[in-house]
């Protein structure tokens, strides 16, 4: 990013590069804010004594922001922040809807009580791709988080933060504004910055360069930022006590129908997708669906942070708009729950890893169809209900299961995993955890256990499921449920048993989807068996070139040795001639 002292010099340069002097934002909704045209740009020569840098232009804060399909996942980045904090004695963080006076919209305030961030530390994380993050148990890592999921909720974003070291105490002011950056055409991103010495009574302005550009910087936020004055900017600090970070998002996007993504107006104690709380005339069977977390999490806020994490916090709480979140640990709600060990084959990285599965049945089963996989990542969640299971198959209905998997690594938006070797190969194991205690579980739900005879039934007679919840399927409307991540739990109306047999093109018989299933699960596990054989094979045939690398280095020393002494007998005899 460009340096903030030269903040002014670089607009004025913009200003006689003939691009025109304001442009105005197409669209306050976030999928359209970034079609724009890039028009042509003068690249300036280096000052003297300047190395050259590659610039960023200004689009590409809305296109990297893009990386996050769900504005509940950008709110989790900016929540995991504040408790990695926690390490640095942060005690809460909280989230809530303000008003700005300026022209009384709504902004969201992300406020903790961590260690804060100095002049240097706040600069590196406005920037691009930096992480001070180091620690194996801390979620952040990339220095992307906080551009990323600041962009995705609204256009700009000003932060304030104080922090206390051993020599001193400052206070910092970052503005990082998207329509700062296109209403006065630049092509780089500039991010103006101010720091205060607080140590004594008096804030004291940090000077890097000159007066006139702290002076510069500080215009820019005044006229860009929420706050009119330096007074009301310093007002910000008051309720942050030593340490602590405060950030204020300010212009929210709106949706395509020219309204806020996020409502505050439904629940005062909860912030909600507005999307996906429209979900119209509802059946009597989706009502009580809704009221389930699994599909709860998809426009509540409050829903969603109760599970976010795996373990509950002891002395750290998570503040939605003045209340705290009650933390919900899913395996504690389960019946006939189980734990099931597996020890995944790692190519690179330690040999022993164990990853724990608890697994049960859904309290609300069998009336409640709810199924998946919870899969967190070093305590994040990252795969809500996971549907594991083939479309189709009424076998897993009602099962969910936990799990922590630490040794394959999250998308960047982490609402996801990456697509490696090792997940699929957890992919694989997990279908087998599930169909094994479908098939020994069952029938304490009341479901008829899947055997072949079952399988043969005659075309035109599903098998009914329990609870007399036929007819509700069968007259079920299923409403789409657009903009969310792929990997939260699917609709599973779909999942009737009657779907179980599929009729094949010629109409000879039918496709059995579970045994096509078990004979993939089959298939894969022979796979990780021969993988692990392979693995044991290379190392013996390791260990064997060591030892043969060994045995030719002292065969090598024997000859030499006995070339020696032959060397020796033929010159004592020599000598004896």
């Not at 903030?4 to 442009?23: D, E, L, V, W, Y």
């Not at 306050?28 to 050259?52: I, N």
């Not at 006065?184 to 009574?201: E, L, R």
């Amino acid at each position: 990013m460009i340096s903030t002292s030269k903040a002014a010099t670089n607009i004025k340069m913009s200003s006689q590069t003939g691009r025109p002097a304001q442009q105005t934002l197409d669209s306050h909704s976030f999928w359209k804010a970034g079609d724009y045209d890039v028009g042509p740009t003068a690249k300036c020569p280096p000052e003297h004594g300047q190395l050259e840098h590659a610039r960023v232009h200004p689009k590409f804060l809305h296109s990297n922001a893009t990386s996050h399909k769900w504005a509940f996942g950008a709110i989790a980045e900016l929540l995991d922040n504040a408790v990695d904090e926690i390490h640095n004695g942060a005690t809460f963080v909280k989230v809530d809807k303000i008003e700005i006076t300026k022209d009384n919209s709504p902004a969201l305030l992300f406020q903790d009580d961590g260690g804060g961030m100095d002049p240097e530390q706040i600069r590196k994380c406005m920037s691009l791709g930096y992480s001070s993050k180091k620690s194996k148990t801390t979620i952040g890592q990339y220095g992307n988080g906080f551009k990323t999921s600041t962009m995705r909720l609204g256009a700009d974003v000003i932060v304030f933060s104080r922090a206390t070291t051993a020599s001193r105490s400052t206070q910092s002011i970052g503005l990082l504004s998207y329509t700062f950056l296109r209403k006065t055409g630049q092509d780089d991103v500039i991010v103006p910055m101010i720091d205060f010495d607080v140590s004594s009574h008096w804030p004291e302005p940090i000077i890097y360069s000159s007066r006139d550009d702290w002076s510069a910087n500080l215009k820019i936020i005044l006229e860009w930022s929420p706050f009119a004055s330096k007074e009301e900017l310093m007002l910000q600090f008051e309720d942050i006590g030593p340490h602590g970070t405060k950030i204020v998002i300010y212009n929210l996007w709106l949706n395509d129908e020219g309204i806020y993504e996020l409502s505050f107006d439904d629940d005062d104690e909860d912030i909600r997708l507005r999307d996906e709380a429209s979900f119209g005339n509802l059946t009597k069977l989706h009502q009580i669906r809704q009221s389930h977390i699994s599909y709860r999490l998809r426009y509540s806020l409050r829903a969603y942070v109760s599970i976010l994490y795996l373990r509950k916090f002891t002395n750290f709480s998570i503040l939605l708009r003045g209340k705290p979140v009650q933390q919900l640990h899913i395996a504690d709600d389960l019946k006939y729950s189980e734990v099931v060990t597996y020890r995944p084959h790692l190519v690179t990285g330690p040999n022993e890893v164990t990853v724990e599965t608890t697994i049960g049945y859904v309290k609300e089963a069998p009336s409640l169809w709810v199924c998946g996989l919870n899969v967190y990542h070093k305590n994040r969640l990252i795969r809500p209900y996971w549907k594991v299971t083939p479309e189709g198959s009424s076998k897993g209905l009602g099962v969910v299961g936990v799990l922590e998997a630490n040794f394959i690594e999250p998308a960047h938006d982490k609402q996801d995993f990456e697509r490696s070797s090792q997940f699929i190969r957890l992919e694989a194991k997990l279908k087998q955890i599930v169909t094994e205690y479908w098939k020994s579980h069952c029938h304490l739900m009341g479901y008829q256990p899947t055997s072949a005879g079952a399988l043969h039934t005659q075309k035109g007679s599903p098998v009914q499921p329990p609870g007399g919840l036929a007819a509700c399927v069968e007259q079920e409307d299923v409403q789409p449920i657009v903009s969310l991540p792929a990997n939260i739990g699917q609709d599973l109306s779909t999942a009737h048993p009657s779907y179980e047999n599929r009729t094949s093109v010629d109409g000879s018989g039918s496709i059995l989807i579970d045994q096509i299933c078990e004979e993939n699960i089959q298939l894969f596990m022979r796979c990780e068996e021969q993988m692990q054989k392979e693995n044991v094979l290379k190392q013996t045939i390791e260990g064997l070139e060591m030892n043969l690398k060994e045995a030719k280095r002292k065969c090598a020393q024997l000859s030499v040795y006995l070339e020696n002494k032959k060397q020796k007998i033929i010159e004592q005899e020599t000598g004896n001639i």
